[in-house]
């Protein structure tokens, strides 16, 4: 079977809105990868199930994370965009992922511990499995590269294990060892009301995250009421420690505008924050303005967005087809 050299495959759960965080931690840096790389984006509705999801309201947000993509400017034509559950060879190799990885592989997923918690025995079986199914995602496609943020390096480190347990236990080379693809600033985007904890969907403030429906007005409110502390920039990036809203505020800039946090601190350094949160305000908008028209005006165009990802569907099955039929055989299925 022919490997790829270069080929890469993330995924965005359709589970909330979306966010400046899910926007600068994925969906920026995949833009930057079309160029060098051939690109499959997954919507994973399949991972979003493993709690419970609204049906009609995840339609919708699989459509919404769909606009995301090619509002950011991801190009449907460059690249394979398309939805998890539509291209059923994912949901077979976890099977078959399922039978490989190890009970004491998946207890160790700390994710999982920190989303069941003190719940785990009614969280659901696909929660525990989840990781499977991740691995299945990214090695359907002989994947070599995986963007990924801190939070899911330990899954891309169980997909690395399962591939290599498959390839030794049959024998064989199918499995590529993907490699993580890590981004650098602001790849972690905290709560603008709180810089130890994460910018998520589930944090009862709406400001502490900024959404990437947001009008303009609402984006200067939010960086405006930001948390920080009273001291004025620092001189160089050791003053940010134990400065974790201060942290957080630069790295967005420095994402937003794609330059280095010692740039923005050394372009700022002694301002008092009242002055650089208004520049990153400015910047903000400016950036995130236009993907917002034009995700608005893609979610009212949804047989574009269907078409899109139906032309995704057909592309992405083409090459995992193959590659589910070589594993089947490896395992002795009859075909
Ligand atoms: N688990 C990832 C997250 O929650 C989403 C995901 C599913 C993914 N499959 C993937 C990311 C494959 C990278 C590669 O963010």
């Not at 409110?221 to 948390?227: D, E, P, V």
């Not at 520049?279 to 908008?285: H, Q």
């Amino acid at each position: 079977m022919e490997k790829p050299t270069n080929r890469i495959l993330s995924g965005v759960q359709p589970s909330g809105d979306l966010h400046l965080g899910n926007y600068l931690g994925a969906i920026k840096n995949f833009v930057s990868l079309q160029k060098d790389y051939e690109c499959f984006f997954c919507v994973v509705d399949l991972h979003a199930i493993t709690v419970w999801q609204e049906p009609k309201v995840l339609a919708s947000k699989t459509r919404e994370v769909t606009a995301a993509f090619i509002a950011s400017g991801i190009d449907p034509n460059k690249n394979n965009i398309f939805v998890q559950s539509q291209v059923p060879q994912h949901a077979q190799l976890a099977w078959l992922f399922n039978c490989v990885a190890r009970m004491g592989w998946l207890n160790r997923m700390t994710q999982f511990k920190d989303k069941a918690g003190k719940n785990s025995e009614n969280v659901s079986v696909g929660l525990f499995s989840y990781p499977t199914l991740m691995a299945a995602d990214i090695l359907i496609y002989l994947a070599t590269h995986v963007p990924v943020g801190d939070d899911q390096k330990q899954h891309l480190e169980l997909t690395r294990d399962i591939a290599q347990k498959f390839n030794n236990d049959f024998k064989v080379d199918l499995f590529p060892i993907p490699e993580p693809l890590i981004f650098g600033e602001a790849t972690r985007v905290m709560s603008l009301r709180d810089g130890s904890k994460k910018m998520s969907k589930s944090d009862p403030s709406d400001y502490s995250r900024i959404m990437l429906t947001d009008t303009a007005e609402n984006i200067i409110q939010k960086i405006k009421k930001a948390k920080t502390d009273p001291q004025p920039l620092p001189q160089n990036i050791d003053g940010l420690s134990s400065r974790p809203e201060a942290e957080n505020l630069i790295s967005i800039f420095a994402s937003l505008q794609d330059v280095s946090i010692e740039k923005v601190i050394s372009e700022y350094s002694g301002k008092e924050f009242s002055i650089f949160k208004k520049d990153l305000a400015d910047l903000a908008v400016s950036k995130l303005e236009p993907i917002t028209v034009e995700m608005n005006k893609l979610m009212n165009d949804i047989s574009y967005i269907d078409s899109v990802l139906s032309i995704g569907k057909e592309k992405a099955k083409q090459v995992a087809e193959p590659v589910l039929a070589k594993t089947k055989e490896i395992i002795g299925f009859l075909s």
